[in-house]
């Protein structure tokens, strides 16, 4: 299918101003300031509209999360419309604080449902504990026989985690390495971080003590370490924020965007993941759940901080692309870059998603539900 948008302002995401774009099947293949129309394309009107990529947003428990306050707090399988009502066109699937009701066969089945019903879908092998768990008995053979698994989840400086040596890191460190190496794959560690005094201590000493490379490590939930993530990301390291309309937090993320070199920081929504309240002596004492929402509602919420559109989507487009090895060929409005893209209104309301191609979200409207997903009416 050939479609042609007309007039349309895009943020590549850096702003590239009004232009026509030509797709075919899943792919963008020519942008310009006119494109002739012609017999075989569908013509979308594109004036009054802005054009960005689509979100990607790399830390979604995808088969759901929690389990921390008993068999009831297991939180349900994300479904499709979850994701594509609020933009995310690219996900990267992981496991929690459960890896004993939840495996990688399950998050692997899930990852590859996702592909088939319309959108782009990764994951990760691993989890909290440490030894972690697998999916053909080696985190190495993962990576490299499994296409969709991107790296490793690993969680430290938190009571709920293993408490990993330091030579238990640096042997999950070289193993990676080696695996990302030989499969032509990114290859990383998204590294859970907690509240200890420890936080990335582990790390530190692996870059001062190893050859390794410092994007070989991805620490997520950042806000809680916020000095140490800004000392992170000022060696060269990326740092992922958790999103969040919370006050102290955003105004943590405002920051760092201000104070850091562009490239640095990326965006997640930890979404279907449990959000337990905790007291002083670590007891669950209520338990919420994170949507995919905050992720779009966060960048709206920098917005109104008088951050720019081309200051804040890097961080859930072409940041995230770079960090996890798919750019150019997501996170970026690109000739040959994939067609994954939002169309927004004037007041940055979404109107459309598209993904590989095809209108996942029109006019407002769901088009395209996951298998068995229940109407919310």
Not at 71 to 92: A, D, H, K, N
Not at 195 to 209: F, G, I, P, T
Request: with cysteine; aromatic share 8%; net charge negative.
């Amino acid at each position: 299918m050939i479609k042609l948008i007309k007039n349309i302002y895009i943020y590549a995401p850096e702003n590239i101003g009004i232009k026509d774009i030509l797709i075919v099947g899943d792919k963008i293949s020519k942008i310009s300031d006119f494109i002739k129309p012609f017999d075989q394309a569908e013509i979308i009107d594109g004036s009054q509209l802005i054009l960005t990529p689509g979100f990607i947003d790399q830390h979604v428990h995808i088969t759901g999360g929690g389990g921390e306050g008993g068999f009831t707090t297991r939180v349900p399988e994300v479904q499709l419309s979850e994701l594509t009502s609020c933009g995310i066109t690219t996900v990267v699937g992981l496991l929690g604080t459960d890896v004993y009701t939840r495996n990688i066969e399950n998050l692997l089945a899930k990852t590859k449902a996702l592909n088939e019903e319309g959108i782009t879908a990764f994951c990760l092998t691993g989890g909290y504990r440490y030894p972690s768990i697998t999916l053909t008995g080696s985190v190495e053979k993962d990576i490299v026989f499994v296409n969709e698994i991107l790296g490793l989840k690993l969680a430290i400086s938190d009571h709920r985690a293993s408490y990993i040596s330091y030579e238990e890191f640096k042997r999950a460190a070289t193993q990676v390495r080696l695996a990302s190496m030989i499969s032509n794959k990114q290859g990383y560690i998204h590294l859970h971080m907690g509240q200890d005094e420890q936080s990335l201590n582990h790390v530190y000493k692996l870059l001062e003590e190893t050859s390794l490379p410092i994007g070989l490590f991805k620490p997520t939930h950042v806000q809680k370490i916020y000095d140490d993530a800004l000392k992170f990301a000022q060696m060269g390291g990326m740092i992922d924020f958790t999103a969040s309309l919370n006050k102290e937090p955003l105004l943590k993320l405002s920051h760092a965007l201000q104070s850091l070199p562009a490239g640095h920081i990326t965006l997640s929504s930890d979404a279907n993941g449990s959000s337990p309240k905790w007291n002083e002596q670590k007891e669950v004492v209520g338990m919420g759940v994170s949507s995919p929402k905050t992720l779009y509602e966060t960048i709206k919420a920098l917005l109104e901080m008088d951050r720019t559109l081309e200051e804040v989507l890097p961080i859930c487009t072409s940041n995230v692309a770079k960090s996890i090895g798919q750019y150019p060929n997501k996170g970026v409005i690109a000739e040959n870059s994939d067609a994954d893209m939002i169309f927004f209104n004037q007041s940055l309301d979404i109107v459309h998603v598209m993904a590989k191609g095809q209108f996942l979200i029109e006019n407002n409207i769901i088009k395209k539900t996951g298998t068995f997903e229940r109407s919310s009416s």
